[in-house]
């Protein structure tokens, strides 16, 4: 039986004193294996890989996903596997670390940032992954070396984008021309990433970026990934899917469930016209001077404040909060919006409200599991001084709470029922209810 470490380890201890031909063309036989073994030992992470063509280039790192006409290809370099995996299962671990950017879009969603933020993107891409791969090589990025960069508090396995916009260094303190010093607060400024060792690189991410134009349509590329991670998830086995750390299986069926309503037509209607100044349009003439064709003309612009409000309550099953969570992904997908997510049961769970605008941002994890108060939803909205012209609150609910509710004024509410057979407790209805399960719609 062939001993796939062993005969890494001799390739290896070769191409590390002499680089011959032959030695490196071996390389695409090492990672052909490691992506075999890596079937058997987690297979969806094989199963992702093994639907990506892959070639030997030249690199910088051991790794390189790269563009090429709008789908993903893997690159690798033999030298630089040799130098920086220095057993088989290391090589693996660093091959799931590449199929997590896959599984997370990394390539997709930073293609444009890179340009101006790379080491950054880098850094907290690298880090959103790392934290679920086992047995990668010491230097690789960990919370642990990112910590050091900056003074706030990093989650635990966080979106990429949390980590990105945490890791940003803060901007110099102003100084006063006749007291040069530390900032009013007192407080260091945060350490900047360029001043700081850079870890250890598994995959490049400079082919990204897609400046030589090989992606030139970002919805197919997108619908690509998409089906290239569903495909891989179809064929991995029960005791394979068993293996998936589940914020990547909660990620995965987000990307499976469809919008069970028209979120656009939704908001449309349930925001109606909450301006937010002027912004100029040459479908309008300007009115200052009608004469002159070529000048832009304003229409109003829309602000689009939503407050989703989620039941986390013990009546709500574990599947049923995934379905809501879901239609809440859908909602960044369908809209350009950022939407403020708040978990409640008995109450609004404090320290638990976050912002999403894509829906790798949304938490799928459970906050509370009481009974369900829904005053405590426009206590919240009184407690922030919202009003009907400025917000539109959804609530996704089964709608077994109290009868009675005191709004405070506040009517511009869309409760969102998980199934058909719900019905909402409270009665009159205040705004609209819309069963997410049947597409039913009642004007309350």
Request: no cysteine; net charge positive; aromatic share 6%.
């Amino acid at each position: 039986m062939l001993n796939n470490a062993a005969e890494y380890a001799r390739w290896r201890q070769k191409i590390n004193q002499h680089p011959t031909t032959a030695l490196v063309a071996a390389g695409q036989t090492m990672v052909d294996r490691a992506v075999i073994e890596l079937l058997a030992a987690d297979q969806f992470y094989g199963e992702v890989l093994t639907r990506l063509p892959r070639k030997s280039a030249r690199l910088k790192a051991a790794f390189a996903l790269t563009w090429q006409s709008n789908q993903l290809i893997l690159q690798f370099s033999a030298s630089h596997l040799a130098q920086t995996f220095p057993r088989f299962d290391s090589l693996q671990a660093g091959l799931k670390h590449v199929a997590l950017h896959i599984v997370w879009q990394h390539p997709l969603r930073y293609r444009q940032q890179l340009t101006t933020q790379r080491q950054l993107v880098t850094l907290a891409t690298d880090l959103a992954v790392n934290q679920y791969v086992d047995g990668l090589p010491a230097g690789m990025t960990s919370l642990s070396t990112a910590q050091a960069l900056v003074k706030t508090p990093l989650p635990l396995k966080a979106d990429s984008s949390v980590y990105l916009k945490l890791l940003q260094p803060a901007p110099s303190p102003a100084k006063s021309a006749s007291q040069p010093g530390p900032s009013a607060t007192g407080q260091a400024p945060q350490k900047s990433v360029g001043h700081q060792p850079a870890p250890q690189l598994i995959d490049d991410p400079s082919g990204w970026q897609a400046s030589s134009g090989q992606l030139t349509n970002p919805n197919l590329a997108a619908n690509r990934l998409q089906q290239l991670t569903h495909d891989a998830w179809t064929h991995t086995q029960e005791a394979g899917r068993g293996l998936v750390a589940g914020q990547v299986v909660a990620h995965l069926k987000v990307r499976q469930a469809p919008a069970a309503l028209n979120w656009r037509r939704l908001l449309v209607r349930g925001l109606g016209q909450i301006p937010s100044g002027k912004k100029p349009s040459r479908a309008r003439f300007n009115r200052r001077q009608p004469a002159r064709m070529e000048l832009p003309g304003q229409i109003s612009e829309l602000r689009l404040n939503v407050q989703v409000y989620v039941d986390n309550s013990g009546s709500i099953s574990d599947q049923t909060l995934q379905y809501l969570l879901s239609q809440v992904a859908s909602l960044t997908r369908a809209m350009a919006v950022t939407i403020t997510v708040k978990p409640f049961d008995a109450i609004v769970q404090p320290g638990q409200t976050y912002q999403a605008s894509l829906p790798q941002q949304v938490r799928f994890v459970r906050q509370g599991g009481g009974g369900t108060v829904y005053q405590s939803i426009f206590d919240d909205l009184a407690q922030h001084h919202v009003t009907n012209r400025s917000t539109l609150a959804l609530i996704l609910t089964d709608g077994r709470g109290e009868r009675t509710v005191a709004t405070a004024g506040f009517t511009n509410v869309i409760w969102l029922l998980a199934h058909a057979t719900d019905h909402l407790s409270v009665q009159p209805v205040i705004g609209q209810v819309v069963t997410l399960q049947g597409g039913t719609s009642l004007n309350g």
